[in-house]
């Protein structure tokens, strides 16, 4: 059986302590809370060590946003799978459109984030999806297929068991504009059935897939009714306690 996840994403936002009471929290939110998912703070780096010791890491998985292409050495500023798991982070978010298109990240170059992600013991978070434009030219399947082979299709079975997909229309993100339930379902019914052609039914049946894009309290329950839609990626709703568990508890 998948599991349902709803994962915050931080982004570029809060100091360290602003983060570690947002941490705070959710985690006292959730502590008593038979929940029906997976709860997931994705951070800033700077924060990791820090938000780490207010959660229990048993209820409240901890995620960076993004991680190196390599795993050590001469690479200024940048900060590597391994380091981050060395935080006890369980999770990266990796391919989120913002990085992709503000960081010019290839799907070649998050192949290899994505190993050396694998490699160090973190389970990934692997976003797609396509901008308004490519959507009305017609090629939602077309961007989604390549983004999701040219980076993941390499992986083993067993390898393929730590990857958590999100479909994040780029159109969608941080504008207030929400894909309606039924269009998001379609998207995630085709990932599901390309992850079906490559690995196999019960793997894509296993797969948990996300959701993101202006995902909020009033509309997260009628996303995550869809049978394909497995929880979600949240932006700007993740940075209010409050709105955050009220996405948490649309299951
Ligand atoms: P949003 O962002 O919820 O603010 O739209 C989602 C994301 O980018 O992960």
Not at 10 to 24: F, I
Not at 34 to 39: A, F, R
Not at 150 to 174: C, D, K, M, R, T
Request: hydrophobic share 40%; net charge negative; glycine share 8%.
């Amino acid at each position: 059986m998948r599991k349902n996840i709803v994962a915050g994403n931080w982004k570029m936002n809060t100091t360290v302590p602003e983060g570690v009471e947002l941490a705070k929290a959710v985690n006292e939110a959730v502590k008593n809370e038979q929940l029906k998912c997976d709860v997931i703070l994705g951070v800033p780096f700077t924060h990791l060590t820090a938000v780490k010791q207010v959660i229990d890491i048993n209820k409240v998985g901890l995620a960076a946003e993004n991680c190196a292409d390599h795993n050590s050495g001469a690479y200024t500023g940048e900060v590597s799978a391994p380091m981050v798991a060395s935080t006890g982070a369980n999770y990266v978010i990796l391919g989120h459109s913002e990085r992709r298109g503000y960081y010019n990240e290839s799907n070649q170059m998050l192949k290899t984030k994505v190993d050396l992600a694998l490699e160090a013991g973190l389970k990934v978070i692997f976003c797609c999806g396509e901008s308004l434009e490519e959507r009305e030219a017609g090629k939602v399947q077309d961007v989604i297929k390549q983004e999701i082979s040219e980076s993941l299709f390499h992986l083993s079975n067993e390898q393929w068991a730590n990857i958590v997909i999100a479909y994040e229309p780029i159109w969608a993100i941080g504008t207030g504009k929400t894909a309606t339930s039924d269009q998001a379902q379609e998207v995630h019914a085709f990932i599901r059935k390309l992850i079906a052609e490559r690995f196999g039914d019960e793997l894509a049946s296993n797969t948990t897939i996300l959701y993101g894009g202006s995902c909020k309290p009033s509309n997260a329950k009628e996303l995550f009714a869809k049978p394909d839609i497995d929880g979600g990626l949240i932006g700007g709703a993740s940075l209010k306690a409050q709105d955050f568990m009220g996405i948490v508890t649309a299951f």
